[in-house]
């Protein structure tokens, strides 16, 4: 993946990793977010016994953030605990990697099931 730091981007120079200009004050350096490497999870899943649903913990504090559990038609879903407040986009990004993850064998379960039934084209998908 490629560095997407605006400053970096933008060529501002680099100072204790803020980018800092006559133009800017300072906007701290993202480029340590975009790399190769796959990083730790900062999220935990915790199976919870006798169900589908895993809790989701911040890895370290182990703070309750919310729960994946299995909807109805068969697709995991996310239910935070937190109503309020903001998410940052890693977090969402995580999430949204984990219930791909949970989902994609039940999605390709129903196309395949679609498509022997006849009510799927080969260049339709579910998901």
Not at 10 to 16: C, D, E, Q, S
Not at 61 to 86: A, H, N, T
């Amino acid at each position: 993946m490629n560095n997407q730091c605006d400053g970096c981007i933008r060529g501002i120079p680099v100072v204790n990793g803020v980018h800092r200009d006559a133009q800017y004050f300072g906007m701290v350096c993202s480029k340590e977010r975009y790399t190769e490497e796959p990083k730790m999870s900062r999220l935990q899943y915790i199976p919870q016994e006798g169900t589908s649903t895993l809790q989701v913990t911040m890895a370290g504090s182990g703070l309750v953030v919310g729960e994946l559990y299995r909807e109805v038609d068969g697709f995991y879903v996310l239910d935070l605990i937190r109503k309020q407040g903001y998410l940052p986009s890693w977090y969402l990004l995580e999430l949204g990697h984990k219930l791909e993850e949970l989902n994609k064998e039940w999605a390709e379960q129903i196309d395949r099931d679609l498509k022997r039934l006849g009510g799927l084209n080969n260049d339709s998908t579910t998901t």
